[in-house]
């Protein structure tokens, strides 16, 4: 049985692995990828002693799947530095340590007292009732405006680049959603928790990880084990479906037929594929928006920074009123980022409140960039080393309506036997997301068609 993979991100590349581990898999795996590299937004870019991660910078090590899938292709994952827990909320012009404890969040400078003291009424706050809510409302409704603007605000730019006024609380933190409906209030929930397992947190825990040469070096192992199971270059634009099989239509006008297909590409390319195909699909998947932004790694000699870079680093609140989403203290996070006497910073840009300044040309990004490091953080020295990466469709937005959608999605998709659509557009945009999904997918086609 031919089964192909169309889409070489993380997805479609864990997907193949999961099919074919089992070495006595009857299943014939082809994994084509459009462009001359395979891995999505997972890419490495070691250049001139710096090591920057145009994408995805890391995992949180609290999910089985991931850490079994790396042990099982021998590589050795990176916890961060322990200064990576400190992270910063740039409020009222200044930078302002995130409190890691209910002690520590009182006798913090980021919240005003009746700031604080809103958000001890949330246990008393009732459950919410609608369908579905935005980010922005539920942080409202629960915690007060202050802690909307000051603290969930800045988290949903820096996870999804995105407006909390109009990303969907339960399908961007289901978590979140789950312990509100259960328990009706995060804090009660918290107690009950922490009685309950002895650990208290709404969040997912974990710590940050990578590898010493990189994100990259995970997806690097995947192409090692597939061979010749990927083709780059290999670019998918149609499908047809013909008998109890399909037909995968390529850029160069080559036809490739397949038992199975899984759609693994970003939303807005999958709605290309399959437009032809199954239009009302197609108009469904194209609901998913997303937005720009653009990576802007800087390098500087340490001695010219006087400004402390101990910790993660900072994001940025939209009421600040900034042009930066938030930069990251790169070198200072992982080591073998920077050269030796060099510190690593990677500012990002642009976002769904922000796209003219994500899409600004080099010099005038450069410019604002390393204005906004000036201001923030104090850093006035020229960099030594620049560079820019842009995504002009970064991450995938859940915005209301987007489990109602995934429905849709699902209930056209099980009218193809043989087809089936994963990737980060749907249920989780992280990569232990992606993992955890290709390992459920895979079971599903061995149960299903297989």
């Known amino acids: 049985m031919r089964l192909v993979i169309v889409g070489g991100g993380i997805s479609g590349l864990s997907l193949a692995y999961a099919l074919l581990e089992n070495k006595d898999t009857a299943l014939d795996v082809t994994v084509f990828e459009a462009e001359e590299r395979a891995g999505g937004k997972i890419y490495t870019d070691k250049t001139e002693g710096f090591l920057c991660e145009t994408g995805v910078n890391g995992f949180l090590d609290n999910k089985p799947k991931t850490l079994e899938l790396i042990a099982k292709l021998s590589l050795s994952p990176l916890r961060s530095n322990d200064s990576a827990r400190k992270r910063f909320i740039y409020s009222d012009k200044r930078l302002n340590l995130l409190p890691e404890s209910p002690p520590a969040f009182f006798r913090s400078g980021l919240m005003s007292f009746a700031g604080k003291l809103r958000i001890t009424l949330e246990p008393f706050i009732p459950k919410g009732t609608k369908h579905d809510e935005s980010l922005a409302d539920f942080a409202r409704r629960r915690l007060g405006k202050e802690a909307y603007e000051k603290l969930i605000d800045p988290m949903a730019s820096g996870i999804y680049a995105g407006d909390p006024e109009t990303l969907s609380l339960k399908s961007c933190f289901p978590r979140i959603y789950e312990l509100e409906q259960t328990y009706g209030s995060l804090i009660r929930a918290m107690f009950k928790l922490k009685k309950k397992t002895g650990k208290a947190t709404a969040g997912p825990g974990g710590t940050l990880t990578s590898f010493l040469d990189g994100m990259q070096t995970l997806t690097n192992a995947l192409k090692t084990f597939l061979r010749d199971a990927l083709k780059v270059k290999s670019k998918a634009v149609s499908l047809e479906k013909t008998g109890k099989g399909y037909i995968i239509h390529l ?13 693994a590409v970003p939303a807005y390319q999958a709605a290309v594929i399959l437009r032809d195909f199954d239009k009302t699909l197609s108009q469904a998947i ?4 997303y937005p720009p ?15 402390s870079l101990d910790g993660f680093g900072f994001l940025v609140p939209n009421r600040e009123g900034r042009k930066i989403l938030g930069t990251l203290f790169d070198s200072s996070i992982f080591p073998n980022r920077a050269p030796e006497d060099y510190v690593l910073l990677r500012t990002m840009v642009g976002g769904a409140r922000a796209f003219s300044v994500a ?16 201001d923030i953080i104090g850093i006035k020295a020229e960099p030594e080393f620049i560079r820019i990466y842009r995504h ?3 991450i995938p937005q859940y915005t209301i309506g987007h489990q109602d ?9 099980a009218r ?4 089936y659509i994963t990737g980060n557009a749907y249920r989780g945009i992280g990569v232990n997301d992606c993992i955890d999904n290709s ?5 599903r086609i061995f149960e299903e068609v297989i």
């Open 392 to 394: 002009e469709r970064a």
């Open 286 to 289: 194209s609901e998913i928006p």
């Open 405 to 413: 959608r995934l429905e849709k999605i699902d209930e056209i998709v």
């Open 251 to 263: 850029a160069d006008g080559s036809k490739v037929e397949a038992d199975v297909v899984v759609i």
């Open 359 to 374: 899409n600004e040309e080099d010099n005038k990004l450069i410019d604002t960039v390393l204005s906004e490091i000036s």
């Open 416 to 419: 193809h036997k043989g087809l």
């Open 293 to 307: 932004v653009a990576v802007v790694c800087t390098g500087y000699k340490r001695q010219k920074v006087q400004a």
């Open 439 to 443: 390992y459920k997918l895979a079971e």
